[in-house]
């Protein structure tokens, strides 16, 4: 099975590679959120200059020390959520073209079309992560890490980010393969990913929410991440209570990436069928 997967994986990949305006539009989504949204809803902006008060804005922000560097975690979950959700697409396309139904001819195990489906997606997300990342470290006053910051703390981050886009390539992987045609699975993404994104604490930290609000950001999982990589991109070496708060953090996203692994893999062995 694992030979397949690649196979179809490396297709997949390569059809990317070979097509720059996949990868580009996600590149600019990143620069807009970054250098326009990061500057024109900066919250120290609000403070008028010469009162010493904007720092403390920013301490509600997890001490971060700009709105960009508390907002970069957020900017690349908001990459991992929409290059997920519209990332299946292809998927579709190869149905309604019919080369799905022509390898579902072929003797390949039916979990390897959903699992090159899962890698492929995750896979593309990963390298627009990073160069997000990248983007935030070069633009003007953009993300400033903390002078203890290293290669693991880098490897923590990005961990926290794959788990994640694990769980969501899992079931958005599984809706594409079941939807018929490129407008359903539009339609339910456009209804599915705002509505995420916004109840979390992708922009804004969840103190300043309701209280009905707040309660559904603490549990969904783009917070965990957020929380997760803002801890180490913000403070770099963590005291013992940070350490437990990530740990906890990654122990959620790990049964969210188990949870939905579960409910995609069911749903995609009823979808995967000859037409």
């Given at each position: ?126 390298v627009l992560a990073v ?21 693991l703390d880098f490897i ?64 969904n999982p783009i917070t ?52």
């Amino acid at each position: 099975m694992l030979t397949e997967m690649f196979a179809l994986t490396f297709r997949a990949l390569l059809k990317w590679v070979r097509n720059p305006a996949s990868i580009v539009p996600g590149l600019f989504t990143s620069l807009f959120y970054l250098v326009l949204f990061g500057n024109s809803f900066n919250p120290a902006n609000l403070i008028p200059s010469g009162t010493g008060q904007g720092s403390a804005v920013l301490q509600a922000f997890g001490g971060a020390p700009t709105y960009i560097t508390y907002l970069t975690s957020g900017v690349i979950c908001i990459i991992l959520v929409f290059n997920m959700a519209f990332g299946g697409i292809d998927l579709v396309l190869d149905r309604q073209l019919g080369y799905l139904n022509s390898i579902l001819t072929a003797p390949i195990p039916r979990a390897a079309i959903y699992l090159s489906g899962v890698a492929q997606n995750l896979i593309k997300v990963f390298v627009l992560a990073v160069l997000t990342f990248i983007v935030a470290l070069v633009i003007p006053n953009g993300l400033k890490l903390p002078s203890s910051f290293n290669a693991l703390d880098f490897i923590g981050i990005f961990g926290a980010f794959t788990l994640l886009g694990l769980g969501l390539s899992f079931i958005f992987t599984a809706l594409a393969l079941s939807v018929r045609s490129i407008d359903s699975l539009v339609a339910i993404v456009n209804f599915l990913t705002l509505p995420v994104t916004f109840m979390s604490n992708a922009f804004f930290p969840p103190s300043s929410f309701p209280d009905w609000l707040r309660a559904i950001a603490n549990v969904n999982p783009i917070t965990k991440a957020n929380e997760a990589a803002r801890l180490l991109l913000i403070n770099g070496s963590l005291t013992s209570s940070q350490w437990a708060t990530y740990g906890w953090d990654m122990v959620y996203l790990v049964g969210f990436a188990a949870l939905l692994g579960t409910l995609g893999t069911f749903a995609a062995r009823r979808a995967i069928r000859p037409e």
